[in-house]
């Protein structure tokens, strides 16, 4: 097989995804589908293998035909237990365009939430329009406020990386 036909998967309806906690085999296909967004920091590949074994509870993939097409990785913040740190959300080319996006974050939301994780944070560079509207779609489909705030500047990285604004998103009533 020629690596094109290995990451080849076919467009599947909605109903034919399931979710599920990484398990570290998925570490590699996390890794090549961040790779192949060409949108997101990429992390060493050692780095997703350690997302799938040691943030199970607050990262999900989803699976079509058991091949894994999109991942969420997250993090429950030590000084804030209440609040999932989203890291990244990736799918697969294939699948772009048909809300798997906003499911998995739904899908982990009603995870975390049974451990009692009830506010979620995220990065998002100024001009990553996608990010901008998939959280924003999410705080507004649960009924939740959605706040942004300037968190790194250009000057904070080593590398030329652009701003990245914090975006909260919690309950209406949780102020």
């Known amino acids: 097989m020629t690596p094109s036909q290995l990451r080849v998967t076919p467009t599947t309806a909605p109903d034919a995804v399931e979710f599920r906690k990484p398990q570290i085999s998925d570490g590699v296909r996390l ?3 961040a790779k192949d967004t060409d949108v997101l ?3 060493s590949s050692y780095s997703y293998l350690l997302w799938c074994r040691d943030f199970q509870d607050t990262s ?3 699976t079509v035909d058991d ?3 999109g991942f969420v990785t997250g993090y429950v913040r030590p000084e804030v237990p209440a609040t999932l740190f989203v890291w990244q959300v990736a799918v697969d080319e ?3 365009g048909r809300g798997l996006a906003g499911r998995m974050l739904s899908n982990l939301l009603d995870h975390v939430a049974l451990q009692g994780v009830w506010q979620l944070e995220t990065t998002i560079s100024p001009d990553n329009a996608a990010s901008i509207a998939l ?3 999410v705080a507004h489909r649960r009924g939740c406020a959605i706040e942004r705030q300037e968190l790194f500047s250009p000057n904070d990285f080593p590398d030329g990386h652009e701003a990245e604004d914090l975006y ?3 309950p209406q009533n949780a102020s």
């Open 60 to 62: 999900i993939v989803a």
């Open 31 to 33: 890794w090549e589908i």
């Open 41 to 43: 920091d990429l992390n």
């Open 94 to 96: 294939d699948q772009r």
């Open 168 to 170: 909260t998103i919690s």
């Open 67 to 69: 091949r894994v097409v």
């Open 135 to 137: 959280f924003t779609s």
